[in-house]
């Protein structure tokens, strides 16, 4: 992050060797006061358009810096506004604190996003009906396109700025916390062990999660394009407690079906289709749910999804409009390793 700080006391001469220096990156320096609190960028452009108007060399960054900037603001990133300015094309992007020092410049071509969530990928099922690739090693560890099912999720997340990342382990733990001995994508990713099946969602109940935000929950063994943004920005705009993620699923019934009243037949529909949504395995939850997870019994995701309705508090859906495959059979393994062939995620 040094590498794009200047103050605004140094020479204009010192700002084109730092900027020299930068061959390969984005050619912007952030510009500080004595005090770290930011107050102008500086590009080629400006030192070359300073010199014409006569600028010497050895004058200050601060004569010919550009005091008006885009920044992002206070100790939450505000996801709407990163996204407004990833779309108008701006790169490098400072984070400020609440006193105006940088305390991260992002960059929008490797972090698109910066989303305020934990993440929790459940790992600890045995993958039965894809025995024997499974007997020695666990199902988010087999391999798809050269690389492991459960890192395309994990790098998925960490390009959504998401580092706070808890696998939750049962089957085989060793061998998945001998693969997160290394960090992946970037992140340091923690793994929790149950000492029993806890269900499809209970063992979230053994991750030390905040007290206040949401956790980003997940099946490890799902390969997805879904947009982790929009899901968050939906579920924020919804104030919802569950965001469930959701795939169509069309059931075409073969027979004519009988529309019918008591005894008597009102309708006819020739071979009809009905469109639903299906629970894609993805959730954001509110911690404050999750925290209340039993720690001594089975939790299934509909369990908690249904008690959650239960209680009145709000429950949406997100549709997913890209790729989801779940890994759950040779024949899906035999098409996601085929689809893989020709994605780049």
Same mark, same amino acid.
């Given at each position: ?57 050895? #004058? ?217 949504? #299906? ?30 309705? #239960? ?24 098409? #996601? ?9």
């Amino acid at each position: 992050m040094n590498r794009h700080i200047i103050s605004e006391h140094d020479t204009l001469i010192h700002a084109l060797e730092m900027l020299n220096s930068l061959s390969g990156s984005v050619l912007t320096l952030f510009v500080v006061n004595s005090e770290g609190v930011m107050t102008g960028t500086l590009t080629d452009g400006d030192i070359r358009r300073g010199l014409i108007a006569g600028a010497m060399p050895s #004058a200050a960054v601060s004569e010919v810096m550009h005091r008006s900037f885009r920044a992002l603001r206070g100790e939450k990133i505000n996801v709407e506004q990163l996204r407004m300015y990833r779309t108008q094309g701006v790169r490098l992007l400072p984070w400020l604190d609440s006193t105006g020092r940088i305390s991260e410049i992002i960059d929008t071509t490797v972090t698109p996003t910066k989303l305020p969530l934990t993440a929790i990928l459940m790992a600890g099922g045995k993958g039965e009906r894809l025995r024997p690739m499974t007997l020695n090693t666990p199902k988010p560890l087999l391999k798809i396109g050269g690389k492991a099912i459960i890192d395309y999720n994990v790098e998925a997340l960490a390009r959504c700025g998401i580092n706070d990342i808890s696998v939750t382990v049962n089957y085989l733990a060793e061998k998945m916390e001998e693969h997160f001995a290394e960090p992946v994508g970037g992140v340091n990713v923690h793994c929790v062990r149950e000492d029993r099946p806890l269900g499809t969602i209970g063992s979230a109940a053994l991750v030390d999660l905040p007290e206040y935000g949401d956790t980003l929950v997940m099946n490890s063994d799902l390969l997805t394009s879904i947009s982790f943004e929009d899901m968050y920005l939906s579920h924020v705009a919804e104030q919802a407690d569950i965001t469930i993620a959701a795939i169509p699923y069309n059931v075409s019934v073969p027979y004519a079906i009988l529309a019918t009243d008591g005894s008597n037949v009102t309708a006819l529909e020739e071979k009809p289709s009905y469109a639903y949504y #299906a629970n894609a395995g993805i959730y954001i939850i509110s911690n404050r749910l999750l925290r209340e997870l039993p720690t001594d019994r089975r939790t299934d995701a509909t369990d908690l999804i249904e008690q959650t309705i #239960a209680r009145r508090k709000k429950v949406t859906y997100f549709p997913i409009s890209g790729m989801w495959i779940d890994v759950g059979s040779p024949a899906d393994f035999r098409h #996601a390793s085929e689809l893989m062939k020709h994605k780049n995620m």
